[in-house]
């Protein structure tokens, strides 16, 4: 528990790293202490697809870690999503032998530009279809979008918030806690 605290700790601190007291960093400060250990709840029934097929994949919510990648139709979709650098980090994972599951979670308005973004980087791991949101709706995400990132344990508790890619720190921390 106390490593996980630390993780936290660690976290907060490179929000701040800029060395600026603002309302701002106290309001992110905050936000993550709010999720940290809550419980996500993740619809299943959903739509999952794979190569923009639909597939079935029971065993996706099972793992022993999973990494919750929410996106929504805010703002510039491929600049937040960068495919190709999730699909290193789960190749990564594999090679690893680390029992995670990425639960990408869309949810759109419009899904041609992200299943543009799919075929352009060759992006073969599911995807959840989230068309009603229905993820948002029982968890209430923040609308910061950098708070819709979570490492998820077996329990779906929150261990780390934030996006892994772009952040060599955040990434780290990732690979640490689901090494474990």
Known sequence: MKYLISLLLIFIIGLNS??????????????????????I????????RSNLKVIKCPDLF???????VYVDSNGCVPCRLVLFEWRELIKETKRLKIDVAFLFY??????????????????????????DDRIN????????????????????KVL????PIGN?????LYLQQISK
Do not use: A, T
């Open 18 to 39: 800029c060395g600026s007291k603002s309302p701002k960093n106290d309001n992110n400060k905050n936000e993550l202490l709010k999720w940290y250990g809550k419980e």
């Open 41 to 48: 709840l993740l619809p299943k029934e959903m739509e999952i």
């Open 62 to 68: 099972s793992e022993k870690y999973k990494i919750i």
């Open 106 to 131: 869309i949810s759109l308005n419009n899904y041609q530009i992200f299943e543009q973004e799919v075929l352009k980087n060759k992006f073969e791991y599911p995807v959840i279809y989230d068309r």
């Open 137 to 156: 709706q029982l968890n209430h995400f923040p609308k910061n979008q950098q708070f819709h990132f979570f490492l998820l344990n077996s329990k779906n």
């Open 160 to 163: 780390l918030v934030g996006n």
């Open 168 to 172: 060599l720190k955040l990434k780290q």
